[in-house]
């Protein structure tokens, strides 16, 4: 099945805000995962944080 590229018009301001947003939420979720790593549950915690980051820098961009 082809892939197919869809184009929509957004305000930049909105984009600005949820990738604000976005960010918050990603630094939020990366206590949680610090907080857990201090208790000892150590689960997968550096790939998580490894994955957070990524996604934080495609955030901004």
């Known amino acids: 099945m082809p ?3 869809v184009t ?3 305000d930049e301001n909105l984009l600005v805000v949820a990738s604000n947003e976005i960010s918050e ?5 990366d206590s949680e995962l610090m907080s ?3 208790d ?3 689960r997968d915690i550096e ?3 490894d ?3 990524q996604a934080i ?5």
């Open 40 to 42: 000892g549950d150590n």
């Open 57 to 61: 820098k495609l955030s901004i961009n």
């Open 25 to 29: 939420l990603l630094y939020e979720y």
């Open 8 to 10: 929509i018009d957004v």
């Open 47 to 49: 790939e998580k944080r």
């Open 36 to 38: 857990a790593d201090e």
């Open 51 to 53: 994955a957070l980051k």
């Open 3 to 5: 892939k197919k590229t």
